[in-house]
């Protein structure tokens, strides 16, 4: 059977998901469906209906005699949205736990290492490269395919926000490093719910120093 082909209105979408993700399309950029059609070798219908989808998603905003923009970046959002990121980690990290093989268990390591390095050299985009692998070569052995898919989509919106307002919080370094090394410590066990608070405190601690950087800047 022959494989599907995506239609011209899941091509718009990707693309546009894409733009807005990666940071291209800032907060705030107008999406004009005359000119996003005829760059992208549609018609406006599946331009419509792509832009209306990612409004759905979140990303994009209708406002009254403007159109669609990209939506704005609400600090709050980042907050609850990394603060739902721990629940999911925490559960897929326990899931993936008894499906970790040695190899991935030092695959680990020496990603943890590379973040030591980074850290030493002031490398903060490497840093959060290696951080981002670091759960992500977790989650890669856990079974549910859904909950994957939903610490995904909402690493990708966080990332976003990283991106653009907040690039200048710093990463938490050292205490990172060391929480990454306590979780691997425990996947080499059986404490199924050691693994999942200790996962979920992880990413919890980053929503308590964004608070705390909050309070400073509020302060200064």
Same mark, same amino acid.
């Given at each position: ?13 990707? $693309?546009?998901?894409? *733009?807005?993700? +990666?940071?291209?399309? #800032?907060?705030?950029? %107008?999406?004009?469906?005359? !000119? /996003? ?79 030591? $390095?980074?850290?030493? *050299?002031?490398? +903060?985009?490497?840093? #959060?490269?290696?951080? %981002?692998?670091?759960?992500? !070569? /977790? ?82």
């Amino acid at each position: 059977m022959a494989e599907q082909r995506p239609t011209k209105q899941q091509l718009v979408y990707d $693309e546009l998901r894409k *733009r807005i993700l +990666s940071g291209t399309y #800032g907060p705030g950029f %107008r999406l004009v469906i005359d !000119a /996003i059609a005829g760059e992208l070798g549609v018609s406006a219908v599946p331009a419509r209906e792509a832009i209306r989808r990612l409004e759905a998603e979140g990303l994009v905003i209708f406002e009254p005699q403007v159109g669609a923009r990209v939506s704005p970046v609400d600090p709050g959002q980042f907050v609850e949205e990394l603060s739902v990121l721990a629940v999911l980690e925490g559960y897929a990290t326990a899931l993936a736990a008894p499906l970790l093989a040695p190899a991935d268990i030092q695959k680990l390591r020496d990603i943890n290492a590379g973040m030591v $390095e980074c850290l030493d *050299r002031m490398d +903060s985009l490497g840093f #959060g490269s290696l951080n %981002r692998d670091f759960h992500a !070569a /977790i989650y890669a052995r856990c079974p549910n395919p859904y909950l994957v898919e939903l610490i995904e989509a909402t690493a990708a919106r966080l990332d976003r926000i990283r991106r653009t307002v907040f690039v200048q919080i710093p990463y938490r370094g050292k205490a990172s490093i060391a929480e990454h090394d306590r979780i691997i410590d425990l996947l080499g066990g059986d404490d199924s719910a050691a693994i999942e608070a200790a996962a979920r405190a992880h990413k919890l601690n980053t929503v308590t120093s964004f608070r705390e950087w909050q309070a400073s800047q509020a302060s200064s």
